[in-house]
């Protein structure tokens, strides 16, 4: 589609209110709405409406598909790109939703060579991203990361975060950014932040990224994307190197974010 007649289109899109009850949902369903200030609240729904109009949301394994579920994934995927030029997800056409774990055939697990996002045992997974196009995702999975939003998991920000690594066509855990030095540096700090994981993951030493992370560099973006959106205050503080990079990389300072939301909901209960 040519570039004037997307943008058109969005325009017409915008024209329309945004609806209270999607408002109303993500100020209940999405506790990161809750951080942003005004700005950045309409800004974010903004990129939810065109995305709802532009994506096709598929319900899969018998379910159907709500305001509740495409507002909720929707509002996490444009949480990421929030900071981002347009047209991040450009490429990505279907996000099928499935009620509950599914085990899916070997065909479409062969992302990142059959790792992926598969437990072993099972052959289950509770989101997939596959080739920049499709998102999958587990409804029950989605509920768990948008009901404990500081835990470090959130199948949406993991997920969403392949496709942003996958726009440059290969899910080697570096996206696409704006110069060499930029890009030296995300090397650099990322590389010794996945080899320590690798280390912690071995020893089985603890450590605030997930081990699963340490599969390989696009598993570590995943990962440590959901700290930097989730836990971004023990971020900055555990391994502020590779907060940096992220911060600058999706242009959100979350850590400063965060802190404002506290101070505001420890002024709200005093
Ligand atoms: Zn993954």
Not at 12 to 29: A, G, H, S, T, Y
Not at 126 to 132: D, I, K, P, T
Not at 136 to 152: I, K, N, Y
Request: one cysteine or more; charged letters at 25%; proline letters at 5%.
């Amino acid at each position: 589609m040519f570039k004037w007649f997307r943008e058109y289109k969005q325009r017409k899109i915008l024209q329309k209110p945004f609806p209270d009850k999607w408002r109303e949902i993500m100020r209940n369903r999405v506790p990161h709405y809750t951080y942003l200030d005004t700005a950045e609240r309409s800004q974010l729904e903004q990129l939810v409406a065109i995305f709802i109009a532009e994506k096709n949301f598929e319900g899969c394994g018998g379910l159907t598909i709500t305001d509740e579920i495409s507002v909720v994934i929707s509002a996490q995927a444009c949480l990421l790109v929030l900071g981002l030029p347009p047209f991040q997800y450009l490429k990505l056409a279907a996000i099928l939703v499935y009620p509950t774990t599914v085990a899916m055939p070997p065909s479409r697990t062969s992302m990142f060579n059959g790792a992926g996002d598969i437990v072993p045992d099972q052959q289950a997974i509770l989101g997939l991203a596959s080739a920049g196009e499709t998102v999958v995702l587990v409804w029950d999975a989605v509920l768990r990361g948008t009901r404990h939003a500081t835990d470090g998991h959130n199948v949406v920000y993991h997920e969403f975060a392949h496709i942003l690594d996958m726009r440059d066509g290969a899910a080697d855990g570096t996206p696409i950014l704006p110069n060499r030095e930029r890009y030296r540096q995300w090397v650099q700090v990322c590389e010794q932040a996945f080899f320590q994981l690798r280390n912690d993951a071995d020893k089985g030493r603890k450590s605030l990224l997930d081990h699963y992370g340490a599969v390989d560099e696009a598993e570590f973006f995943a990962v440590a994307t959901e700290i930097f959106f989730d836990r971004p205050l023990r971020m900055q503080k555990e391994m502020p190197a590779l907060y940096q990079v992220l911060a600058g990389y999706y242009r959100q300072d979350t850590a400063a974010r965060e802190r404002r939301h506290r101070k505001k909901a420890s002024r709200t209960r005093s």
